[in-house]
């Protein structure tokens, strides 16, 4: 399932200001897409009131107590870091050793 949701967020390309989000919608490509490769942490992403999270693992709507890393932007910024692990769309407080490690398990960036 993790394959198909990187092909569809791939094929579909970034969202645009005009795409419309349901509540809660962020914990699901932070569970699909993140979730079974994340390193042992406690991190926070967060896209204006949307806030979802990611402990060792398993994805929760919501914030955590004392996250490990917060990362922070709107909703372009979390495609590319998901999809090209890109971090130029997001800002990122705490252990950026611990982000590096996640993004380092993340799914290679496809070449056109």
């Not at 897409?33 to 994340?38: F, M, R």
């Not at 914030?63 to 495609?79: C, S």
């Amino acid at each position: 399932m993790r394959e198909l949701a990187l092909w569809g967020a791939r094929s579909l390309g970034p969202p645009t200001a005009a795409d419309e989000f349901f509540p809660g919608w962020l914990v699901c490509p932070v569970d699909m897409i993140l979730g079974p490769i994340a390193p042992a942490g406690r991190f926070e992403f967060r896209v204006g009131d949307e806030i979802a999270s990611l402990v060792d693992g398993v994805a929760y709507t919501g914030p955590i107590d004392d996250p490990d890393v917060v990362v922070e932007g709107d909703a372009e910024g979390l495609y590319y870091l998901f999809i090209e692990r890109r971090l130029d769309g997001v800002s990122i407080t705490g252990d950026r050793a611990l982000l590096d490690h996640l993004i380092d398990a993340a799914p290679q960036p496809i070449v056109a």
